[in-house]
C-alpha cells in the first residue's frame, strides 16, 4: 500500500491534498439510482481510499457528480456522493471518485485533530450510540 499526498490540479499543476489516500484493491458493492432513475447493485473495485472518500473501478452504472449512492466494503456500509465520473472513452472510463455524505462509513463524526479530550468524546459517544439502539424485543 502506498500514499499519496499530492495530485495534478486541472491547470496541470502538482497540488498537496487535503488528506492522504492510500493505494489499497478492495472488493466493494455499490448500489443506487442511475441517471435513467433504475436501481442498480454491482460489484467494484478501490483505486485509492481516504478517510472522507474513495475511488473507484469497474463502475458500469451511469452515474453523475452529485448522485448519493451506498458503498459496503465487509459488514461496513455508508453513502457517499459522486464527485466526479470518468469520461467513456478516456483512461479513467468506469472510475468514480466518491466523497462521504455525512459521517462516512465510520457513522459517527469523528473529533477534528485540534480536539483535547478524545477520551470524553469517545466515551460520551459510545454512552449515546448505546440509547439510540433499538432494544430487541
Known sequence: ???SHFCLSMKGKMVKRRESRVNVPLSVRLWGLDREGRVFSQNAKTLNIAVSGARLYGVTA?????????LQCG???ARFMVVWVGEKGTA??????????????WSVA???????????????????QQIEEPQPY
Open 62 to 70: 451511469e452515474l453523475e457528480p452529485g448522485f448519493i449512492v451506498g
Open 110 to 128: 469523528l473529533p477534528r485533530a485540534g480536539e483535547d479530550d478524545f477520551a470524553a468524546w469517545l466515551e460520551e459517544n459510545s454512552v449515546q
Open 75 to 77: 459488514n461496513m456500509r
Open 1 to 3: 500500500m502506498s500514499k
Open 92 to 105: 479513467r472510463e468506469g472510475q468514480v471518485g466518491l466523497r462521504a455524505a455525512r459521517n462516512g462509513i
